[in-house]
């Protein structure tokens, strides 16, 4: 059984169709729901895996560059705010890879972001 959500607006003649799987997208906890709720659904899983190590990624990038700020004397301001415009556009890469999966999903499409896979196959879930 699908899992849907039908949203409509007759004001702005809005009508689609939401399959819940999109979830696994959702920025740091999305991977969530298919790994709870989803575990036979392959195609779920395939997006959660991914989406699971690429939320690993991004939120470890942000604290290791955060750790690597403290070591740079105050003093050299210029470098430690690169350190901090970088979080931000870690931030920013991590939402647009997100958007990119849940156009995948969408597309109902078994895409692999590179290298990502190589480590979400070790998952056994």
């Given amino acids: 059984m699908i899992e849907k959500i039908k949203v409509t607006n007759k004001r702005y003649r809005i009508d689609f169709d939401v ?11 999305g991977w969530m729901y298919p790994f709870i709720f989803k575990k036979g659904d392959n195609f779920a ?18 604290i290791v560059i955060t750790f690597l700020s403290a070591f740079v004397p105050i003093t050299l301001r210029a470098i430690k705010l690169a350190f901090v415009i970088s979080v931000y556009l870690s931030h920013c890469a991590y939402f647009c890879v997100c ?3 849940f156009l995948k999903i969408k597309d109902k499409s078994m895409y692999e972001f590179p290298v990502v896979m190589k480590f979400a196959d070790k998952l056994d879930v």
């Fill in 19 to 29: 399959y819940l799987v999109w979830l696994t997208w959702f920025p740091f906890i």
């Fill in 45 to 62: 899983m395939h997006h959660a895996k991914q989406a699971f190590i690429l939320a690993l990624f991004f939120t470890a990038a942000p």
């Fill in 99 to 101: 958007a990119g999966g």
